[in-house]
T-cell receptor, first 111, second 114 residues
Framework: SQQGEEDPQALSIQEGENATMNCSYK?????LQWYRQNSGRGLVHLIL?????REKHSGRLRVTLDTSKKSSSLLITASQAADTASYFC???????????FGTGTRLQVFP | EAGVAQSPRYKIIEKRQSVAFWCNPI?????LYWYQQILGQGPKLLIQ????????DSQLPKDRFSAERLKGVDSTLKIQPAKLEDSAVYLC????????????FGSGTRLTVV
């Protein structure tokens, strides 16, 4: 079963705009991770945020985590056409030693 | 460092045939995972190894799927016999230390069962 639900399912923006994706999950976690997947390829790890952290930055990426609401958001600033991909959140649940993925957001960035 | 290697990249088989996928994780990564990703969905964990032992195979359809990790390094995932609904991308991932780093994924094997 999938732990996370992502919103929106699909997002289309112009280059230079910001893209925000949201993830909700169901159980307590050790950490939450975001991955990118280009069409037909493997997943690439983007960023990991621990349960005691509220915000984390990496380049043009900003991730927030609200454990009280069991939700996270990924913000990509100044988007580029190369950011076109599917983005998945994945939770490392406290009660089990496995990473469970959400349903993903398909991002399309138009030049 | 070299990434996670998977082969073959693509495979087309008829239903009821057998197929095997191979994965070579990053050197020194003790934990290895196999995920199944059906088109349009997120990856679903099939099995997790710690060295050469199985940690979690609760979602592995054991009547047709099997996996092993020889000497705690390479791993093979087998399907016998395949069904149409097994059409998916099979992803292998490895991890160095839990909680500090993300997983490193291979490029996957795209299986089509006809």
């Amino acid at each position: 079963s999938q732990q996370g639900e992502e919103d929106p399912q699909a997002l289309s923006i112009q280059e230079g705009e910001n893209a925000t994706m949201n993830c909700s999950y169901k159980t307590s976690i050790n950490n939450l991770q975001w991955y990118r997947q280009n069409s037909g390829r493997g997943l690439v790890h983007l960023i990991l945020i621990r349960s005691n952290e509220r915000e984390k930055h990496s380049g043009r990426l900003r991730v927030t985590l609200d454990t009280s609401k069991k939700s996270s958001s990924l913000l990509i600033t100044a988007s580029q056409a190369a950011d076109t991909a599917s983005y998945f959140c994945a939770t490392d649940a406290s009660y089990t030693d496995k990473l469970i993925f959400g349903t993903g957001t398909r991002l399309q960035v138009f030049p | 460092e070299a990434g996670v290697a998977q082969s073959p990249r693509y495979k087309i088989i008829e239903k009821r045939q057998s197929v095997a996928f191979w994965c070579n994780p990053i050197s020194g990564h003790a934990t290895l995972y196999w995920y199944q990703q059906i088109l349009g969905q997120g990856p679903k964990l099939l099995i997790q190894f710690q060295n050469n032992g199985v940690v979690d195979d609760s979602q592995l359809p054991k009547d047709r799927f099997s996996a092993e990790r020889l000497k705690g390094v390479d791993s093979t995932l087998k399907i016998q016999p395949a069904k149409l609904e097994d059409s998916a991308v099979y992803l292998c991932a490895s991890m160095k230390i839990k909680g500090n780093y993300g997983y490193t994924f291979g490029s996957g094997t795209r299986l089509t069962v006809v």
